[in-house]
């Protein structure tokens, strides 16, 4: 009985650890500092979730640690669909993560009835966090959920840095960098 109770004790930790994440919304209606440690990076993105007839319960994105080649314990809950239109969920979301770099592998829709429909980037389209060393809130631009298809762009920008610098007067946006809008670094082999 003993060794039973033990086995389910570390069962019970060890789900806890698996499920623990490095993501975290910041929640706007708690004291913001004490959510954004020096260490962590701030991201920001616009979501643009569409079930259509079927009420979003809730939606979960799915990322990959590519620096310390980890998948699980890296998921951003978004919540559920909006309060008037239960069947979308759109928003900006401020939130932090460690400095590595987190690659999108899927996004869990869960709907009316338990339905868990687990969606991915169309081919060739990849949406990589990053903050590359910088210490001003990065947008990672806005991932959308239409006709049955996850995709990613850079729209969103203006939208976003509007909407969460009211919600969160004490960051400033002024100086965001738009992540998809990087230019990309040159190989030091093309250097002169």
């Known amino acids: 009985m ?3 109770l033990t086995l389910v004790i570390l069962s019970v930790v060890g789900l806890g650890l698996i499920n623990c994440t490095s993501l975290n919304i910041v929640d706007p209606k708690k004291e913001i500092t004490p959510q954004i440690p020096n260490d962590k990076a701030i991201y920001f993105i616009k979501a643009n979730f569409n079930a259509g007839t079927e009420t979003i319960y809730n939606v979960t994105l799915e990322n990959f640690d590519l620096i310390n080649s980890e998948i699980s314990g890296h998921s951003l809950d978004l919540g559920a669909g909006n309060k008037d239109n239960p069947n979308i969920l759109t928003g900006c979301f401020l939130f932090t993560g460690i400095n590595t770099v987190y690659a999108l592998y899927e996004a ?3 709907t009316t009835g338990g339905k ?4 991915k980037l169309a081919d060739k389209k990849s949406w990589n966090l990053s903050t590359e060393g910088a210490k001003v809130p990065i ?8 006709d049955g298809k996850l995709d990613v762009s850079d729209l969103g920008f203006k939208e976003c840095t509007t909407e969460l610098s009211a919600k969160y007067p004490t ?3 002024s100086k965001a960098e738009e992540m998809l809008k990087r230019k990309p670094k040159q190989d030091s082999k093309n250097k002169k």
């Open 2 to 4: 003993k060794k039973i």
């Open 139 to 146: 947008f990672a631009g806005t991932l959308s959920y239409l």
């Open 116 to 119: 868990i429909r687990t969606v």
């Open 171 to 173: 960051i400033d946006f």
């Open 108 to 110: 869990q829709i869960r």
